[in-house]
């Protein structure tokens, strides 16, 4: 198990680091760091990045994100599922062969990074991936890149962090237990890997995921400058919907228990048909104040801490990183 590096390398961010998470902090939008000459500082930071839209044209928010990323100076891997892959949870396949190829069209905005930009997408194959090759699953691309990929490039202790996303799609409140993004999450912080997931409700335009990607390297930096990266838990990030204007600032929330819609059935004989309509379920209802629903439906950044141990009562430290999080507050 990749253990936590805590202070080690990251305690020696710059001083162009801690000036951009302070003009985060006194910005007046939250969906990318307000000074354009003060970016975020990543230089040195080692990233592993996944998804679970995998690395053909619906991970737009990968390839998003792998730019703003490298823009920032971080040496990214990017290891990801070959297809889509939303809503696998945190599924992984026993006694399979991987193959990995680069996906026609990726880009070389990584490539001065130490490891070249390294840039796979995992498929099910004893050969070569091809355009219908299976894919792996969110959580076997994260568990491939930080067992194997990332020990090839002597990154010793594993990334500094693992960031999963931008999603096609919020992964907030009930979502959670099916989503690929929170289940490749989860993985990699059950191995020891400071994790945050990022996610873009509603229609993510390529303008906004590339807002979104420069606030998430804002976010990684203001953590990094406050020894505040996650240790033991997930930060769950999500970007409200674009149509409705930037976000209105960010908040520290708990998931939402409610829904205001489910999934139908229609029988006909021995099949079933389904459809998304009104709530039918014991946990319908509106979200409460707190709540990450709330907060994005009010048009604000959510961020929520995530645990995978599931015990009732179970006590996790997370003020470091709360006190991160609302100083980004406008």
Known sequence: MTEHRGPLRLAAATVATIAASAALAAGVSAS???????????????????????????????????????????????????????????????????????PDGATDACADAPSGGTFYGVCLSDTACVADSESATPSDAVALGLHAVVPELGWDGGPDVVLVGINDGGNEGLNVPLSGTIGAATWADIY????????????????????NGDWAAGLVAALIAADALPDGYVLSVNFPDPENGAPTGVEWTALSDVTWGGTLYERDGDVFATSYGECSYDACGFPAEGSDDFALQNGAVSVSPIVVDRTVGVDIDTTRAEAVVESLAP
């Open 192 to 211: 020891g890997a400071p994790t945050i997931a990022l996610s873009a409700k509603g229609d993510p335009t390529p303008e906004s995921l590339a807002d």
């Open 32 to 102: 990318a760091p307000p000074d354009s000459s003060a970016p975020a500082d990543l230089s040195g930071v080692e990233i592993l990045l996944t998804n679970d839209d995998g690395v053909q044209a619906e991970g737009a928010g990968l390839a998003a994100l792998r730019e703003r990323l490298c823009a920032a100076g971080a040496d990214v891997v990017t290891v990801a599922p070959w297809s889509q892959q939303s809503g696998t949870s945190a599924s992984i396949t026993f006694g399979a062969t991987f193959a990995v190829a680069t």
